[in-house]
């Protein structure tokens, strides 16, 4: 499933960055539970959620990009 290689890789990113999923989804400004379901795979993230994630971790969108790899 698309939506749980999204949530895998920007976990992975996260924990490398040092962020707890309490931490980071304050900083993009949404809820846990919202963050938690994009990781967990069942929320597929939005162009403007992407974004910001992207931002805020400092890698590429390209890098976040499942099917890139």
Do not use: C, N
């Not at 900083?27 to 939005?46: A, D, F, K």
């Amino acid at each position: 499933m698309e939506t749980d290689r999204w949530g895998r890789r920007i976990r992975a990113f996260r924990k490398l960055k040092g962020y707890t999923q309490e931490g980071f989804a304050k900083e993009l400004g949404i809820s846990v539970s919202v963050l938690g379901e994009v990781e967990r795979g069942s929320r597929l993230p939005t162009e403007q959620l992407l974004k910001k994630i992207s931002d805020r971790l400092d890698v590429p969108l390209e890098e976040l990009t499942p099917f890139s790899h």
